[in-house]
């Protein structure tokens, strides 16, 4: 059963589908076979940054606000700056779109984890329990796991 939901869902991405928050996901040619396979198949809760998250990321926010490149895991100046308007278009993000995470970014990413239960401090402090939420959010709200 979760094989053919993970196919289906694969599906939808690879024709450039719909996201959960109705946003454009990256293309299927842009996938890497890792990230194709470690956004799906990954049931850990990463209470710090995973390559897999970054998968999510790219895939998901970043490539709905401007990322076009490779979504391989790695985050780089154009990932962030997609994230960076993503968090600014969602999630009170006021820093410049630089695609340099820093205090700024980090607040905008725990109001975001804060929707699927993230209850500490919107410090801009990224903590155990920040990531693993932030990362939760990705998984729920941009790829429906």
């Known amino acids: 059963m979760r094989r053919s939901l993970i196919a289906a869902t694969l599906a939808v991405v690879a024709v450039g589908g719909l996201t959960l928050s109705g946003a454009q996901a990256a293309s ?5 076979s890792f990230c194709s396979t470690g956004v799906y ?10 390559q897999q998250m970054w ?3 790219q895939g998901g926010p ?3 606000n401007g990322y076009t490149g490779t979504v391989d895991g790695v985050m780089g100046v154009n990932s962030w700056k997609g994230l960076q308007r993503h968090l600014a278009a ?4 006021y820093g ?9 970014t980090y ?20 903590g155990p329990n920040s990531w693993k939420y932030f990362n939760l959010a990705m998984k729920i709200q941009w790829f429906g796991l």
Request: glycine residues 10%.
């Open 107 to 126: 607040k905008a990413m725990q109001r975001n984890a804060a929707q699927v239960g993230y209850a500490g401090p919107i410090d801009g402090q990224m």
């Open 96 to 104: 410049p779109i630089d695609g340099q995470p820093g205090t700024n």
């Open 55 to 57: 998968c999510r990321v």
């Open 41 to 50: 198949n990954d049931t850990t809760t990463e209470t710090a940054p995973s």
């Open 62 to 64: 970043a490539a709905a």
């Open 28 to 32: 299927a040619n842009s996938w890497t």
């Open 90 to 93: 969602n999630f009170q993000y």
